[in-house]
C-alpha cells in the first residue's frame, strides 16, 4: 500500500486528489496539511511514501517544508513532489534542488497523478515529462555557465553520458536503446552514478548534469 499525505492550503483541491488517489486499491490518503507546518510534521510522525506538497503555502511554503522534509532524519525515505501552476514557478528548480523527487502541474489528468504517486513510490523521480525538462532547462539558462567540475571525476566515462542522458530527460528505456544496452544494464549505470554523485534520486541527477555543465540547455538529447 502507497501512503500519502497531501498538503495544500485550499481544502476543495486536497478534497478532489483524495477521492482520486483513495479510489486506487494501492494507495491511501494517511493525512492532509494545509499548511508547511503541518506538512512537516504529518511527514514525521507518519512517515509516508509520498507527500503532496503545494509550492505556494503558508507558514512555511512548499518549498521550505520540503527542504525540512528531506533534511530530517526523522523522515527519512519520505518523497516530496512538489504542485504547482505550469507558468509560476521560479520555485521549481529550487525544489528539485532542496530535495523535491519531480513536480505536477495542478491541472494534471487524473491517470497522470496516479502514475507519479507510483513512480515516486517505488523510488524513482518524475522527470520525464517534456513540461519538466522545459522547465529546468529554462532556470538552467538563467544561471552562470559552470565550469569544469570536480564531481564529474569519479565517474567513468559511460557514467557520464548516462548522467547525460538523464539530465535530457530519457527513461532507463531509452537509454539502453540510445546506447544499445540491456535495460538492466542501463539501470545498473544510473544507480552506480547516483552512489558516486551521492544523490538520491533521478531528479537530483538532473540537477548535477546542468549544475556541472555536462548538459547545455536546448541541446538535443
Do not use: C, W
Not at 507519479?116 to 555557465?145: K, N, Q, S
Not at 540491456?182 to 546542468?210: C, E, F, N, W
Amino acid at each position: 500500500m502507497i501512503r500519502v499525505v497531501l498538503a495544500d492550503d485550499q481544502n476543495l483541491v486536497r478534497a478532489g486528489f483524495r477521492s482520486i488517489l483513495d479510489d486506487e486499491d494501492d494507495i491511501q490518503v494517511v493525512g492532509e496539511a494545509a499548511d508547511g507546518e503541518r506538512a512537516v510534521a504529518l511527514a514525521r510522525d507518519l512517515r509516508p511514501d509520498v507527500v503532496l506538497m503545494d509550492i505556494r503555502m503558508p507558514a512555511p511554503d512548499g518549498l521550505e517544508a520540503t527542504r525540512r522534509i528531506v533534511a530530517d532524519t526523522g523522515s527519512a525515505g519520505v518523497r516530496v513532489v512538489i504542485l504547482t501552476t505550469f507558468d509560476v514557478d521560479d520555485y521549481v528548480y529550487g525544489a528539485l534542488r532542496a530535495g523535491a523527487s519531480g513536480f505536477l502541474v495542478k491541472d494534471t489528468e487524473p491517470m497522470e497523478l496516479l502514475h507519479a504517486v507510483r513512480v515516486v513510490a517505488r523510488g524513482d523521480a518524475l522527470i520525464a515529462p517534456a513540461v519538466t525538462r522545459r522547465l529546468i532547462a529554462e532556470f538552467a539558462r538563467r544561471a552562470e555557465r559552470p565550469g569544469p567540475s570536480p564531481r564529474l571525476n569519479a565517474l567513468t566515462a559511460r557514467e557520464r553520458e548516462v548522467l547525460g542522458l538523464v539530465g535530457a530527460g530519457l527513461s532507463n528505456d531509452e537509454i539502453a536503446r540510445r546506447l544499445v544496452l540491456s535495460p538492466a544494464t542501463a539501470k545498473t549505470h544510473v544507480s552506480r552514478t547516483m552512489t558516486k554523485l551521492g544523490v538520491r534520486d533521478r531528479a537530483q541527477l538532473v540537477i548535477v548534469a546542468y549544475e556541472t555543465g555536462l548538459i547545455t540547455p536546448g541541446r538535443p538529447a
